[in-house]
């Protein structure tokens, strides 16, 4: 069951014409089998491409060669949970009101989808602050918000765009201990961008090191480690230093 | 106690900043009261005519004929103002159509449109409408337009991942973006329609607070001039502290992190 595929993303090329009509190529024949249940990291640093890959696996973006392809049919944007750089919360919308837009927009009743949304903003902490504006709650809690706006949509893909890069070190390492922990309670494929080598090596069952212009898969890495892991563990170490010393070859 | 005295400050500087002028008036005054009434002759003034009539009208109701005249403007400003906005600001090709139009227009002042509005609709109340109009909708439509312009890429993205349509995303997301903006440009209109329906009233008009300086300067009566001046001054602040309240409740999410 757990190599099974879920989602099949196959030569994905993608350039864009600027303003003086130069083409620009960001990525160029990507190649990913995301498993089921996977919790799959896309590593790379500043303008890799990273969000502009996420952004053609979830259906944001329609322009692109090559083809990704759900194991179970097609699926629309709204049929992944999708995480946010910077939020992307709705400001005029109270937090319990950003995490029932999900089922707002199914047509689910109000009672129902309240009982929804409190669960899960009780999941990520948040019981007591629904009447909150986003404006009103730290930076740590809003990512929360985010999380549990992405999860309300109950889909069994989530993806996440360097979620935590706006947080601040302490309250990152307790966001993502906080984030396998769910993601452990219920399994579902992750797909999870960012730029920091020890929070991939900390969360994900694979990591695929994005770099080079056009962007292209580098190397993949598969952290051999029980979790949790430890940060100060000589395997972490080890891993760490190899991923950081391909990390500068791809720049 | 430093709390409390920053607290009391704010309630003695604007009593002291009025205070401080009523006193540089008086003075003033001193050396010719025939041109430049005393603060007390423009307050037994204003108490005179809100009792009698001037022109069959008290001074509340001279004030409510122009309340009245702005009032009216400012609605369909707002209706056709939003709408344009909107359009302009979500459709690119109906932008490309009418903003040209538009920046050809409005530099030109509501007053200069008089003597062709008079012409039009002759010198009745539709025409003082219009000229308030006029003036008041701009500053609505290039609100809107900027808000709409201005909200944030992310929100449309946002929106998508939860399964909002064109519909919900326009009254979901783009209005309630945009609607800070549209406020203040709410708020713009009304002080812009205010000075409008004083140009227009002193042109024209047998009543409304436009009217009251002008028969002033006709009769040679400084004091209904400068009472005139004041009660301006005094509704338009009350119209912009109103307008501030209106704004906390429209946009609580903006007002309730202070």
Redesign the interface.
Known sequence: MENRTKISISHVSKSFEDKKQVRHQVLDDINIEVKENEFLVLLGAGKSGKSVLL?II?G?DTDYEGKVEFSDGSRS??D???V???Y??????TVMENVE??Q???GMGKQERKEKAEKYLKLVGLSGFENH????ISGGMKQRVAIA??FA?ESDIMVMDEPFGALDAQTRYQMEEELLKIWEEAKRTVIFVTNNIEEAVYLGDRILLLGGSPSTIAKEYVPDMERPRKYTHPDFLELRNRIAGDFELVL | MAEKGKKMIYYILPVLSIGILVVLWGVLCVQKPDIMPTPAAVIKKIADITVNPISNATLPVHILVSLGRVLSAFAAACVFGIVLGILMGWYPTFHDIAWPVFEIIRPIPPIAWIPLIILWCGIGETSKVIIVFIGAVVPIVLNTYSGIRQVDPMLFKAAKSVGAGDRATMFEVVLPASLPSIVAGMKTSLSTGWMCVLAAEMVVARQGVGFLIVRGMDSGDSALILSGMVVIGVVSALITALLNRAEVKLCPWRTEQR
């Open positions: 952004d979830t944001l944007t709204k992944i949970g999708i946010f750089q910077k992307a919360l709705f400001p005029w919308k837009m999900n707002k927009f199914r504006y986003p404006n009103q706006r992405a949509g």
